[in-house]
């Protein structure tokens, strides 16, 4: 019996594992865009104003109350480096009143933050990155947007 339970604990951890860090799709502008637009929000192509030529375009949903911007960039190695990046401008604008998480799995990374009013999420699976920033009373609605396209 003292041999059973440790052994059951670790098949639970390891299906918990083994299911938890399957790799994420990426998500085409085209699908971001139809998915944006079904959720009734207005999606323009900005890739127009992109500075950079790793990226390969840029898509921005808004409404009212928030935007959310798609990029898909040429390569996964520039989606990280620019991910990694934004991220520690977030970091570097923390409040003293904040709240974070991150995650790294398989392929894809996810940072989270709440600071002075602001609510700060950017995601990036592969070589896209999806992100917005916007009021701390949106987190909720722009948090169900991500969890709806997968990110």
Known sequence: MKRIVPLIALIIVAVIALTGCSPLTVLSAN???????????IVEDITHIAQVPEIESMFIAHTGAFEVEFIVFGSEQYARSTYNGIVRNFEDGRGSASS???????????????????????????NTILISVTSAEN????TDIFDLLGY
């Open 31 to 41: 699908e971001f865009t139809s998915r944006m637009e079904a959720e009734g929000h």
């Open 100 to 126: 974070h998480s991150s995650t790294s799995i398989a392929n894809f990374s996810r940072f989270r933050q709440t600071t002075s009013g602001r609510f700060e999420m950017i995601t990036r699976v592969e």
């Open 139 to 142: 987190r909720d609605y722009v």
